[in-house]
Structure formats: C-alpha cells, structure tokens
C-alpha cells in the first residue's frame, strides 16, 4: 500500500505501538516485526483482490431479485479468500476461534480494506457492531451460538436502527417485538438504510434490531435490542425478507437494504429497554471506523491526484520552464496544483496520525495496566470519538474534492475513477450519525455536561507536545500553547452562554466540532514534526516537518472563522423568521 | 419560479433595472411590466416543461449508436417547445431574427432554464458563445450563413477547444487546419469534452473550432477559429463524427462528446493565428453563465433542502417542544439545521445578486451612454468576471453540499433527487477554466497587470455603499468599510512580494479569490440591506436585513483564514521537494 511509509512513521516513530502493546494487560503482545509482517500481507492482498473490485463494484452495483441480492462480480471470491486467510478473526476473542489480537489492530486491518474498496470492506466491516455488542452484552447461549461464526467471517453482521420517519431519533422507532412462550421474541416492523443488510458473500447474516418491546415507555426509554438471524439456529429461514436495494450516489457495490421482518424469532440480548445503551457500544466502535473510512476515500483520491500532478503537462511555470525539454511543465510545478496537493497530505496524514492515536486510547480503556491510565483513555476517546467521525469525514470529502480538481475536467469523467472517491465519500458525512449529530455529542454531552475532563485531558496532552517542541520547533511550540488557551477560553465562554439558553449549544456546535478537529491534529502535526525532527535529517522527515508548518500556516487559520462564527451565537441564526428562512417555499408544520 | 420574489426584490428594488434599461443607448428599454412578463413566463415553460425532464435526463443519459446521439426522452420535444415559442432568440440581433433586447436578459433568461434543469439547458445555452464570437467578429458571409439559425433555436453551436493533452494549456491543441483554394480550410484533429457536441434536437450543429494553420507559430499566438458546421450550407454531411460519449459525474442529460473532425470543411474566422482573443469574447460570457449555473443548482438544492427541514419529525428542540402535537419537532427548529439553511440563502442570493450586477455591466460596457460609464463598467466586469465564474461555482457546491446534509440519510438516495445536483454541480468547478484558473486570472492579469483598476472601482462603490449604510445599518457599514481597506493591503502587499518572485502568485491566487469573492458579496449583502431597510417594514425585508447579518457575523469571518493563507507565502507551498509532496507515490517528469 501506497502509505506504508507513513504508517510505520506513526506506528512505530510517533506512537510507538510496539511499546504501547508491551504496556497493555495482555499476554502475547505483537512486536514491531509481527505488526509490519500482519499489515504487510493483509495490504497485499487488498491490493490483489479487492482494488481491482472498486470500479466493478461502482458499476454493477448490486440487484435485487426474488429476495436475493447478488453483490458484483468478483465480491463473493474475494470474501471467500479473506475468510480463508484468516483475516477476519484477527481481533476475535480467542474463546470463539479468535486470533485475541488488540483492538487497535483492526483498525489497521480496516484502514487497508476501505483504502482498496470501500463498497466491499463493509461488508465484513458491520459484522464488527454485532461483535462488540455480543461480547459486552451477550448471554453466554448468545456468544456460543453466534460468535464463532461472526469472528471466522462465516456469517456477518447488520445494525438495524433507521426507520423510514426515525434516522437521528432513534426514539421513534416502531418497530415491534412480542414475546413468545419459549422467551425469544417476534420482531415485526420495516429497517430502512441498512448496509450489508441482504447479500450473496456468507451463509447468514446476523441482524441486530432495535425494537420495542409492548408496552414499553415512549422514546429512547423503551428501545430495546434483538438479534435476529437470517436463517434460525435449527437451519430454518427466519422471516427477514429484502424488500429493496436502495439507488444511491455512491458506494454502489454495497447493498444497502429495506429490510421488513415479519414476526421473525428474535434473542433479546441484556435487558429489555437497554437497547440505547447497547447500541452506543458498537455505534462508538464504528464512529471511529467511519472516520477511518473518510481518511481511506482521501487516500486513495490523493495517490491517483499525486500521481497525476506529476505526468500531466500543462503550461509553463511562472518563474521560468521546469522541463524545458518538454513541451509544458508537469503542473506539480504550480503553486496551486502544490496547495491542493499539501491540504490534501495535511489533512490525511493528519487524520490517519488521529485515529492510531484513538487506536491506542481504545486498547488502553480495555487493557490498560492500572485504573488512572484506563480512566484517561477513556475520558479522551469519548471526546475524541465525535471529532474522529464528524472532522475527519467532513475534511476528507473536502480532500478528495481536490484531488478530483487537481485532476481538471479529467476529474468529472468516471474512466479516471477519482470522482468516484466523492460519490462514495458522501456517505460517510451522514450514516452513523451526520456531522451535526456528532457536532451535539461533542459539545453537549462530551464537553458541557462532563465539565470538559476531556477536553482539559487533550488540551494538557497539546501542552506537553508544545513544552517538548520549544526547541527545534518554536514556532509550532507557541502556535499550540496559543491555541490549546484560546481553546479552553472558546468551550468556557459557550457554556457560560449555554446556561442562560440552551440552543446556544447548538448554534455553536458544528462550527465548534470543527474549531476542536483543526486543534487536534494540530495536535498531531506537532507530535509527527517534533518525532520527524528527532529522526535523521532525511528527505522523509523534512517533508513531514514542511507539511506541519504548512498545517500551522494555512489550514490552522480556519479556527479563527469557526471562532468568530461561535460568538455571533444563537441570535444569528434563531432570530430570523422560518417563513423568511426557507424564502416562503413551504410552511413549517409547528 | 420559487425565487420569483427574490428576484423582483433584486431587478426593482436593488438595482432598478428598468431604470438601467432606460439609461443605455437602446431604443426599446423594456420597462418593469415587460421584463416581469417576459420572466414569469420563461419561468412557467421552465416548470412546465423542462424540470420534470430533470431527474429522466439524469436516469437515461445520452446513447450513441452509429455517430448518432439520442438524448433523454422528452428532450427534442421540449426543445422545439422553446423555439417555437421564441425564447431562443430573446436577445438576438435585430437583423438576423432577434428580439434585440439587452444582454443582460438572456442571464435572467438562462437562470430559469438552469434551476430547472442544467443538461438540457445547455444545449440552447452553447448557443450563445458562437452567437457572441460571430457576432463580434465574423465576417457578413459567415453572419448571414449562421446566425439567424442560431439565433431562432433552429441549430445550435458549441466550443471546441479541449484536446486531451491540451485543457487548462489551449495553446498545446494540434488540431490542424489547411487552407484550400476556395478559401475554407480543411480541418483534422479530435477535441473532447465538447458539451452539446452531437445531438438529436437541432437540425444542424455550428462548431467553433480551435486549430492551427499550417506554418503558425507554437503556442496561443498559432491558434486561429473556425466555424465547422455538422451539415454543410449545401446539405451534405460535414466531416465531423462523434466518436465517443463521456460517462461523466453528472449532468447526464448532455451530451458530452469527443468529436474528431477528419479534413471536415471550416470557415476562418476573423485573421489567422487571431483566435485566442476571440475565444476569450465568447469565453468571457460563458463563464458568468457557469457562476449562474452553480447558483441554479444551489437554489434546485436549497429548495428541496427547506421544504424537507420543515416537513421532516425527528428530536426535539433543544429549548422545549414546538410542535407539542407531533411526535417530534421539524427539524427547521435545530440550531444546525438553521445554520445550513441560512449559509444556501446567503449564498444563493448574494451570488444571484452578483450575477444581476454582472448583468448591468453587460449592458452598460456595450451601450452605456458615454464612455466614462462604458469604461467603468468594462473594468469592474473583467475584475468580477474570474470571481463569479471561480467563488460562485465553489459556493455553489458548499451550499449544495449543506442541502444534502439536511436530508440525513435521505440525501445519499438517488430517489431524493438532491445528489443529483451535487453530482452536476462539480463540473462547474471545472469546465470553462478551472477555479484556479480563474483565481491566476483574477489576481495576476485583472489585478496585478492592470494596476488593479478594477479591485480600486469595486472598492469605491464598497465605500459608497458603507456610507449609505451608516446611519440605518452602523454595524454593516463599519464592517465594509474596514473591509475594503483590508482588502486593498491584502491586495497591495501580494503585488510587492511578487515584484521578487512570481510564484507568489501562484501561492496566493485561489485563497485571493476566495477573500474577493466574500468581499463581494459582502457589498452585495450591504445593498441588499441597505434597500429592505428602505422599504415597508415587512417580514420578507426583516429576513433580508436577518441574513445579512447572518452573512457578515458567520461567512465573512472567513475572510481570515484565507488572508492567514495569503501571507503564508509561496515558501508555504514551493520548499516541500515534489517526493515528500506526493509521499513518493510517482516519479516526476521533470
């Protein structure tokens, strides 16, 4: 793969993973070797299979008929050797024929698979929501009957939440479920949006459901969760009928279903109107794969963008021919092709250095050695999670959208395949909570209503980066003791507003969602050009360093709009009439 | 049309059009009754006829099939709808059909068609540019020959510049042409991404073409234009055959063809080696219609984006139900969702008003009265002209962009129909000239080259207008002022840095146009105030003043991080080598 530079850069320079894995409670921990050696082979095979799957996949798309889903060509045999290889286990409990390696260590596996196609890493990817949610909630007949296969990749997984009137409020769901005699459950009620939802790659799937159970409170309240196999334990099939594969902009090679379950058999799984808290276990796992996701599209948009910069000719440059023995100059040359080209760097390797670090924050609340260091990790991933998924789709779909303008009208035809990045990348902005979800999560719950123990965690990490940079990066040392300041000034001055009007939170929270993600992989920039400038004085590590300050000179100063449009606050924005606000085109139904 | 009211606002109330056409050395100024009958009605064609074609064009494309294009099912007929009707010559020339009315009626004209349905539009909309070069500087034969047809709808035109190794850099094209003894010439070469290229509505086709008389001198100063029509003036067959359709992002509706053109009979227009400057005369005029299609797109969006905010149930508002009666509020009470409606509308309708401004200017540098107003007029279009066509179009897919977050989920779904403008709307970044095409325009040739003429009018009027605003409107008055001056450093100190290096340029140009861009808008939204504060005090003049504010509280800010970028530098963007800027991903040419 085209970062593995970059990779071991991070895993091994900046955040040392072999060290954090010796730390962790947790027996064999893997080497620097072994990590290269797992990433090394699984990276070859997503380029052998599953990269030339991408563009298939786009055009096929999926189809519906008789129920059956049949996934694009290529998709099924790709699966089967994955299953094969052994790849899906990789972070499986050992109990249920897992290879029990850290957390983090999926994230990796991850970041390969959505880097060569997106459509099919889904796939085994929503399996990983089930897992979590059965290993942390499961019964024990619950685990013996479902994990194995889950974790071989035998069967995969779904999460049921959406219905077609309850996206972000999942409190309407009406979905029904009624116990039967035997303590399962009859599950009735239509699932729309559901990714993997029906398919042809394994023998069955395995749906989790939120459902209400009679009688239970309205609202959130009274959500509880269900597993619901495709096919029963005894071989039967359950009635979990596909009702359609819905047209979408992108991510065609994924079946994105309407699922009706017809009083199909359900196991409950914890207690009954406990789903919401059940659903936040693997809803936080794949907030942060989602964000991943985003960094992957931008990847891959940008190693076709790079590659192009350098071989297409087109004019000369102003302070005289680069190539002058051609007859125009790679537009590499140009300034802006440069600028497009480092925003689109800064905000990958940016982005990519924030989720390892959330990798290690995710080992460290499961594994890590005493209760302070769990007790951290915790506080930072829940804070970081929002920005994780919110920033980082948000910033990648804006990479890829230059890479496809790097490429001119070339970008906008679908043989050269970068627009297909964006189409793909659109989604990541909205499933799994859309940008103003998090941007309320982040705000509200993570920062306001926790007195901001996790902001303060991150904002003491950014000043113990900048006290280290004070010498070889002064520069970057005072920009992020500056910010981490005005930061914490920021956050308190919304919370003071938020007390006297609580829509203020909202006002200020996507603007604020991204004031937090341009200061975090400050953050971060800082970390790699203070590692970069440890290193030999190579070429590799003065580009890291050059693309850290480029991050602090030009993308950085977005703050200052996102802080000036925070304090205009919630009178800009509530003041105005819906009638004028919608221009007249409809009436509001309040 | 929806935007009817916003439109009568901006045409009567801002910039008092009738009055403007009463002003012009033009014998028929039409008045305010007649420019609102002319509109209402192209609007009534336009819902009618060509807005349920939209999402068709989109599902079904265009066919090729032995050198023949089909377009959409029910394109042809709602095309000769359009010329029989007469709206196809609007603003033609008296003598050869025309209506004779001013060009700035033919933007009006072009808006109704693009907000309903892009694709289609612009197969009469390549019309104009080959109306425009003929008309300017074709010979009597040639006028005689082409431009009544054109100008009735009966054939329409295209551009043919675009080579594959030849966008951005026209003065790379190959295409030859060789004079024969009847004074045509012989014209061989393939051009590709010709919009409208062949098609199945018109009788005949009229290509402008771009090539190279043999012997001509390398570069722009070798490219002379020819008129290439499909059926020769005898009826025979011209050698012009599409060889391919694109499969594009978007805009599926329009043919977008490579067209080889094998010794196909031509006709010269104007001198040889001349047709650079007259590309730039068709060019010119294309690319404010390019800004004025993005703003369409955004308004389609918008649209939608509003109807569904007020209509669509999910949580509730952060400060107490308001709709007690549902079972959740319309998502038009959220903060967020605000704050998305209102950046569309403050985008929209500032970059609409811009283009109505850029309308004036039209009509005022070919028949203003003397030449005082002509020359103004002259200066301040080629200033705005890169920042309509380069800012709008990049607003115009931010705005996008946000209606499509308001669907939730929805807004992935083809069904919706709002990605559908996403997917159009990125081409209009691209063709015509990319945006950092614009941006090197703007800066280095209408600022920088011309001792920024253009940017000191546009300030002037700024400060007029803050003068105006200062007693009804203090806090927008101090704030365009203030910016005016900023902007004039910003500008001043980019022309010192570049007297030591060019590249600065380069390094500055797009972040450059992007601070243009809100300055102007900012102007606009200062006139815009200024007028409804002026007027009855009435709900729809209180949402105008309420978005103003919104606009200079929450976008103009902005203006900051862009100006941080600007002073960056080109040290910012040229010190990283070309291998840690592509991450070593390909070997440059040079």
């Not at 990276?43 to 999926?62: M, Q, S, T, V, Y």
């Not at 790709?78 to 260590?105: C, H, I, N, R």
């Not at 398919?199 to 269900?226: C, Q, W, Y």
């Not at 995710?362 to 920005?387: H, N, W």
């Amino acid at each position: 793969m085209a970062f593995e530079q970059d990779r071991r850069f991070l895993v091994h320079d900046v955040l040392d993973y072999s060290g954090h894995y010796a730390s962790l409670d947790f027996p064999d921990a893997p080497g620097r070797e072994l990590i290269d050696a797992i990433l090394d082979e699984v990276g070859r095979f997503a380029l052998k299979e599953l990269k030339p799957l991408n563009r298939i996949g786009d055009e096929h798309g999926c189809t519906l008929a008789d129920g059956v889903v049949t996934t694009p060509p290529g998709f099924k045999e790709a699966y089967q050797k994955f299953v094969e290889g052994g790849w899906a286990s990789l972070t499986g409990t050992v109990e249920y024929g897992g290879q029990g390696l850290p957390d983090s260590m999926s994230l990796f596996l991850e970041e390969l698979l959505c880097c060569a196609n997106l459509a099919w890493a889904m796939y085994p990817g929503l399996s990983r929501g089930v897992l979590e949610a059965l290993e942390s909630h499961g019964s024990a007949d619950q685990k013996r009957d479902f994990l194995t296969k889950l974790i071989s990749g035998e069967w995969t997984g779904t999460m049921c939440l959406t219905e077609s009137h309850a996206g972000s409020d999942v409190g309407l769901a009406r979905t029904r479920a009624e116990a039967d005699a035997d303590g399962t459950y009859r599950i009735t009620g239509s699932k729309i949006f559901i990714s993997a939802g029906e398919h042809d790659l394994a023998e069955n799937i395995v749906h989790l459901v939120l459902a209400r159970v009679d009688g239970a409170p309205d609202g959130t309240k009274g959500i509880s969760m269900f597993v619901v196999p495709k096919f029963n334990l005894d071989g039967t099939r359950n009635q979990v009928v596909c009702g359609a594969i819905e047209e979408k902009m992108g991510i065609h090679g994924n079946a994105t279903c309407v699922l009706h379950f017809e009083a199909a058999k359900g196991y409950l799984v914890g207690e009954e109107n406990d789903g919401m808290r059940y659903m936040f276990t693997m809803m936080n796992a794949a907030r942060i794969v989602v964000g991943l996701q985003g960094i992957c599209l931008a990847q891959a948009a940008y190693e076709r963008a790079a590659e192009y910069a350098t071989q297409r000719l087109q004019m000369r440059s102003l302070s005289g021919p680069k190539a002058p023995d051609q007859p125009a100059d790679p537009i590499i040359v140009h300034p802006d092709v440069r600028r497009m080209l480092l925003t689109q760097k800064a905000l990958i390797e940016g982005g990519r250095a924030l989720v390892y670090f959330a990798g290690q924050l995710i080992d460290l609340v499961e594994l890590g050695k005493d209760e302070e260091i769990r007790d951290e990790a915790s506080e930072l991933l829940d804070f970081l999670t929002p920005i994780v998924k919110g920033f980082l789709t948000e910033v990648s779909f804006e990479s890829i959208n230059h890479g496809v303008q790097v490429f001119g009208g070339h970008g906008f035809i679908r043989e050269t395949g970068v627009e297909q990045f964006l189409r793909d990348a659109r989604i990541t902005l909205l499933y799994e909570g859309t940008t103003g979800i998090q941007a309320l999560d982040l705000l509200g719950r993570k920062v306001l209503m926790n007195q901001g123990k996790g902001l303060i965690r991150m904002i003491t990490r950014m000043d113990e980066i900048a006290a280290a940079c004070q010498s070889a990066l002064p520069d970057i040392a005072d920009a992020l003791t500056q910010l981490g300041k005005q930061w914490g000034e920021v956050s308190f001055a919304i919370g003071v507003a938020a007390q006297d009007d609580p829509e203020e939170i909202g006002a200020a929270s996507v603007d604020y969602l991204f004031y937090s993600g341009y200061a975090v992989l400050a953050y971060l920039w800082a970390r790699m050009a203070l590692t970069a400038s440890e290193r030999a004085d190579d070429a590799y590590g003065r580009g890291k360093i050059a693309t850290a300050r480029f991050y602090f000179q030009r993308l950085l100063p977005r703050t200052l709009a996102h802080k000036a449009a925070i304090e205009a606050g919630g009178a800009s924005l509530m003041q105005i009439s819906d009638e004028a606000l919608t221009s007249g085109l409809s009436t509001p139904v309040r």
